[in-house]
């Protein structure tokens, strides 16, 4: 396996001068009822490079992948897409696999029960009555060409989520792409697993294929891709070349300049604590060297040796990208998860706990990030949701209605809930008003400590400001908050002190006076600068 | 009375209101289940007027007494995302089990129904224990106990009925206030199970563990408690309904309860309680138990062969659900 | 922190409820068994040999090892076949044995009958009622044990060897309780029927039924069949759907073991009073006609058909013809005879 291809040009493929690219998404705008997703947004990959997709979550990169993968059939959108120059219209998935696109999804999408030969050769040619060892023994030669660890004969079921990724990945290559798009490819893989990934992508691009590569981690961006199309707010912002690769200038391009005002003004001791990254006051809650083992890894850990501490009236923001063990913490404080060791104080005291319900007496409020996983009863109304960590005070057997009632309104005042009533289904409220709706729910109690993960993902604008102001508020009446994000700016805008988690572990605190949406984003993408520190 | 209004009100104004007025009926979730039950007694009644004499209605009032009362637990269960298939068989195990306590054994009547009541809570105990804390899948464990049961109540009974009973029995199956003693019962805990589910703490924990167990546990709920119960619940009541056939039939006969389980899943089912949990009323799944029971006898009483009722049935059953559906699509609730 | 050792409690609490339940099931059953222990001393694995065999002709039996090979041990029916078996055998002077087995699995029945063989037999006699068991019939057949099946008919179509299939005929039994009602309703009015479920026997007597009434009472209505099915509940809640049908109705015939009870319930609900013949003589059912809720009572004769099925054995065993197919007269049981038939209970200890 060649270590770096870029000296040896195959000898297939033009140069980059002369032909039309090997794929052109030119002027597209695609919008979904008001939002827009992409604005006027051009991006080109020229034959055999590996290009890279870069951006913030929600600055367009899904969008533009189900573009190319036809889910957003053509006409649904503004713009062309052009495949060596012609323009094509991609009503479907199929037409992109007939164009030759092939994409590899972030989420595993192999099927279970079937062996890794015939997940590989799935669909393709043998009619309906499809022959196993055929499809396998094509599959093996297939497998050993490109040098993958992997038998075609296993079940998929027993491989582990890297080998998963591999088998789609060869799935992908076995239709013979000219282009393949990669999504997140690594989140799975070990280091080396990557890096052996890598070694393959360099090799298919040496023997003349092209590769979009869509990361948010980037250091393997840096060291894959030949250029980069940078994304926000739905546009292309910046296009650079290998040479031009520089952390700094990528991270500016992702981040941009902002808008300030969505941000509450922090009063009190917060606002002028400068670079404190210690709590000003005796910590509400605090977190010692905690660790989490990994639920399907055994010997792993999803977080290790986290310590952290948050006093009453401040807001800790947590940094980290998606996976990088946020959750988790927030849920083994919650009592979710069991701790594997350290150990978590509130006030003075320890908090010995193993479930929901004993933290809740315990004073401490979590609202999760998944509102249709774990969040919200869509069979109730905004009623039966606010009051539901609270139904113990209603009344022993017979719910006190008249008190529900007031406190479902009251909830409904306080949070500015837009609804028709207390009755309402949750499911017909906004993103922003059920996001309340589990604000009210985990405040019902008067929790001494808040947990939020993700406060605000698949809220508007105006519902975010609103949250922000009453996160702020919450603080303000001596409640400790910790607030988990994936958008840089919110944490800044909102946060009084920031720890930064990668691959489970703190690897960046700081106070406001330090904080930067580049220090932020450099933590947690692990790129290297300046001003990283361990610890 | 809010169908009177909209029709004796003409004019634009009215005509809105009593647009709006209708909407709001339409929401109702149980209303999709009474208009059908509504538009089969009609056609039956039609067909054959006696459908509608008074020994015909009381038939299936009874009928529907005994699984009614399974009926309660399973919606229950059902709304909590659980359900049970070892009803029928349990109810059998209740009676045989109450029977031979009684006859063979000499125990005062109260106190063999409640030993039966007792070992129906039990199984129920165990089909939950399997199922929420081991983790096996609910359809194993209580399609396991369907066998066990049945074929327990087969062995203690010597595979015939435990006859004769005490006549202390009678009192079980007596008329009180001109009705019998197990539609008194089933009316009673039918009332009781409604209110609860809607008004009571535990009732709503049973929608909120039905809808979402994980945000319910997350709200301080103890979702597999609330589950045993339920199941504890069905099996207890389903022993009881098997009691209360044992005393109508004045013997303990083994094929009691034979083939309720699928019976009573069904008929919540198209009484508009949801087998993925979380949805529905216990109003709306005892409509449902009187519509298969009306739909079943109209059948027979307007003289359809019997070779083809059953293929009736499922059509109509089928059909009901797929007009709820469309009212639930259009009107919500 | 009781929630810490979530892993194993369940388990425990599953092992408690389950002795409990064990523990219940037992204390109901024990009354049970230990009538299964009186039944089984004149029942099961009883051997009944006497001297007394001098009348016969030139062929003794005596010494000879038959068995009876059934399920359901502590079944009444299954007790009163092997009573007829029994007696029969001891006047006959045979060493009988009886071997039942608990339940109704075919599995132990073939391997109770293996067992017969593998100690010796002269003679068998089984109730052919699962197909399961047709492969030993014809295999002990083969061995040349002579086989006489009872109660339930072989298919024609199945060529199994036995020398005598003795059964009752839902023909014969069907027309007789059409004769009979049609006599006790004058002749007019309307007849409901009701089946347990449509097999080839209930749906013979239905049928037979049907055309002797026709045949004999041409006045007299009779519906088409219901199916009343096994669960006692919704069988009566069907007969009262069929009385609502027909306000005619004076009569009612169940092809089903059932039927008694299911119609006795039925004309008690809507106020009615019918004349019900059904199957069986049960002692509910038995019960029911001495109290006059229900006419009469079909008595397949299985009593009679086991005591037969011995003759049939002893004319093959010493080499006499013997008819390949018998079909045992059902009669009625009404008040008149009841009398008999609880005698018969009592005297197999049922």
Redesign the interface.
């Known amino acids: 396996m060649t270590p770096d291809g870029r000296t040896g040009a195959p000898a297939g493929a033009p140069s980059a001068g002369g032909s039309p690219p090997a794929l052109e998404l030119e002027s597209i705008t695609k919008r979904f009822g008001g939002v827009t997703a992409l604005r006027d947004a051009t991006v080109r990959v020229r034959r055999g490079e590996v290009h890279g997709l870069v951006g913030e979550n929600g600055a367009g990169k899904s969008t533009l992948l189900k573009i190319l993968d036809g889910q957003y059939p053509a006409g649904s959108y503004e713009g062309v897409v052009r495949i060596d120059g012609e323009a094509v219209a991609l009503h479907a998935p199929q037409d992109a696999r007939a164009r030759g696109i092939a994409i590899v999804p972030q989420e595993t999408s192999v099927i279970e029960t079937l062996s890794v030969g015939e997940n590989i050769c799935f669909g393709e040619g043998g009619g309906p009555f499809a022959d196993v060892r055929a499809m396998e023994r094509h599959a093996a030669a297939f497998i050993d060409q490109l040098a993958l660890r992997l038998d075609a004969r296993t079940q998929v079921a027993r491989l582990s989520s890297s080998q998963k990724q591999l088998v789609m990945i060869a799935r992908a290559l076995y239709r013979r792409p000219r282009v393949l798009i990669l999504d997140e490819p690594t989140s799975a893989l070990t280091a080396e697993e990557t890096a052996r990934l890598f070694a393959l992508v360099r090799q298919l691009r040496d023997g003349g294929l092209t590769c979009i590569f869509v990361s948010h981690r980037l250091d393997e961006v840096s060291e894959l891709c030949d250029r980069l199309s940078i994304l926000r707010d739905g546009r292309v912002v910046d296009e650079l070349a290998r040479a031009d690769f520089d952390v700094e200038r990528i991270i500016g391009s992702m981040i941009g300049r902002r808008l300030t005002d969505l941000y509450p003004e922090r009063t009190g001791d917060a606002a002028d604590a400068g670079p404190a990254a210690a709590p000003a006051a005796p910590p509400a809650l605090a977190v010692e060297r905690l660790s989490i083992r990994h639920p399907e890894r055994p010997g792993d850990f999803v977080v290790r040796d986290v310590s952290l501490a948050v006093a009453p009236g401040e807001v800790l923001g947590v940094g980290g990208l998606v996976g990088s063990g946020r959750s988790e913490l927030l849920g083994a404080i ?1 009592g ?1 998860h069991p701790i594997a060791s350290g150990r978590v104080l509130l006030g003075e005291r320890e908090l ?1 706990i ?4 004993e933290a ?2 315990a004073g401490i409020g ?1 609202v ?1 990030e998944d509102r249709k ?8 109304g905004l009623r ?1 949701n606010v009051t ?2 609270y ?2 005070s ?6 006190d ?1 008249g008190r529900e009632r007031e406190i479902a309104q009251e909830a409904v005042r306080r949070f500015s809930i837009a609804t028709r009533s207390i009755e309402t ?1 949750v499911g017909q409220l906004s993103g922003g008003n059920q996001q309340k709706v589990m604000l009210a ?1 985990a405040l019902e109690r008067g929790p001494r400590v808040l947990l939020l993960d993700e406060p605000t993902v698949g809220v508007d604008v105006g519902a975010k400001a609103e949250i922000y102001r009453l996160i702020r508020a919450l603080a303000d009446a001596g409640v400790a908050v910790v607030v988990v994000s994936s958008e840089s700016a919110e944490l800044l805008g909102l946060c009084d002190r920031f720890v930064v988690l990668r691959d489970g572990a703190v690897v960046d605190r700081f106070g406001l006076g330090e904080a930067s949406e580049t220090r932020l984003m450099t933590a947690a993408m692990a790129a290297k600068t300046s001003s990283e520190e361990e610890r | 009375m809010e169908e009177r209004r909209v029709r004796a009100t003409p004019g634009g104004a009215d005509d809105a209101r009593a647009r709006r007025l209708l909407y709001q009926t339409l929401r109702v979730p149980e209303v999709g289940i009474l208009l059908a039950l509504v538009v089969a007694v009609a056609v039956f009644a039609l067909v054959n007027p006696s459908f509608v004499a008074w020994a015909n209605i009381e038939s299936n009032v009874r009928t529907i007494a005994f699984i009614g009362i399974v009926g309660v637990g399973q919606a229950m269960l059902i709304i909590a995302g659980e359900f049970d298939l070892s009803v029928g068989s349990v109810a059998a195990l209740g009676a045989v089990v109450a029977a031979i306590l009684m006859s063979d054994h000499g125990l005062p009547i109260p106190l063999a129904v409640i030993a039966a009541v007792a070992l129906g809570l039990l199984i129920g105990l165990v089909n939950g224990l399997l199922t929420v804390k081991v983790g096996l899948p609910a359809l194993i464990v209580t399609l396991g106990m369907l066998f066990a049961a049945r074929g327990l109540a087969y062995v203690i009974s010597g595979g015939t009925q435990v006859y004769p009973l005490p006549d202390g029995v009678r009192t079980l199956s007596d008329r009180v206030l001109g009705l019998p003693m197990a539609i008194w019962v089933f009316v009673v805990l039918a009332l009781v199970a409604d209110v609860a589910m809607r008004r009571s703490g535990f009732g709503r924990r049973l929608y909120a563990v039905g809808g979402n167990r994980e945000a319910a546990q997350l709200a301080g709920i103890r979702a597999d408690r609330v589950k045993l119960a339920a199941f504890m619940l069905t099996g207890a009541l389903a022993a009881l309904a098997g009691v209360l056939v044992m005393a109508q039939l004045g013997s303990g006969d083994p094929q009691i309860g034979m083939n309720w389980e699928l019976a009573v899943i069904a008929a919540v089912v198209v009484g508009g309680i949801s087998l993925r949990g979380g949805v529905g009323s216990i109003a709306g799944a005892l409509l449902g138990v009187l519509f298969l029971q009306v739909v079943s006898s109209g059948l027979v009483v307007s003289g359809v062969e019997a070779t083809l009722q059953p293929v009736a049935v499922g059509t109509v059953m089928i059909a009901a659900l797929g007009i709820d559906q469309v009212r639930h699509r259009r009107f919500g609730g | 922190m009781w929630e810490q050792d979530h892993g194993r409690r369940p388990w425990r609490l599953a092992l408690l409820a389950i002795a409990a339940i064990l523990a219940l099931v037992t204390a109901a059953g024990c009354g049970s068994s230990s009538d299964d222990g009186d039944s089984a001393a004149t029942g099961a694995q009883t051997t009944a040999t006497t001297a007394d065999a001098g009348g016969e002709k030139e062929c003794s039996v005596e010494g000879k090892k038959i068995q009876f090979v059934a399920p359901l041990k502590s079944n009444p029916t299954m007790q009163v076949m092997a009573a007829g078996f029994e007696q029969r055998a001891k006047e006959l002077g045979f060493d009988a044995t009886v071997l039942m087995t608990d339940d109704a699995e075919p599995q132990r029945i073939l391997a109770l009958g293996q067992q017969a063989m593998t100690q010796g037999s002269d003679g068998m006699v089984i109730p052919p009622y699962d197909a399961a068991l047709y492969p030993f019939i014809k295999q002990a057949s083969a061995a040349g044990i002579p086989i006489i099946t009872t109660h339930s008919s072989v298919p024609d179509s199945e060529d199994l060897g036995m020398k005598q299939d003795i059964h009752p005929d839902p023909a014969q039994y069907g027309a007789e309780a059409a004769r009979a009602i049609g006599e006790q309703i004058g002749g007019r009015g309307t007849v409901a029927v009701t089946q347990g479920g449509f097999n080839p026997i209930e749906n013979a007597a239905a049928e037979a039924f049907t055309a002797a009434m026709k045949e004999q009472y041409p006045d007299v209505k009779v519906l088409k069949s219901q199916v009343e099915g096994f669960e006692p509940a919704a069988a009566i809640s069907k007969a009262v759907s069929v009385l609502q049908s027909d306000g005619s109705i004076v009569a009612a015939y169940s092809t089903t073991g059932g039927g008694p009870r299911t119609w006795a319930g039925a004309a008690d609900q809507a106020g009615k009073r019918l004349v019900i013949i059904g199957m069986d003589y049960t002692r509910p059912n038995l019960d029911l006609v001495r109290s006059g809720k229900v006419y009469a009572v079909v008595a397949q004769p299985i009593y009679e058909e086991h005591a037969d099925a011995v003759d049939a054995l002893k004319a093959a065993i010493c080499g006499e013809p013997v008819e390949a197919e018998v079909s045992a007269e059902s009669p009625l049981v009404t008040t008149d005879n009841v009398d008999e038939y609880y005698d018969l209970l009592d005297r197999t200890g049922t």
Not at chain 1, 373 to 380: K, P
């Open positions: 919650y979710r010995r193993s479930s929901p319900r809740l007496a979590l999760t996983r774990d969040g919200l009863l869509f069979n109730l039966e539901l960590a139904l113990r209603l009344g022993s057997v017979v719910l209605r289904p729910r």
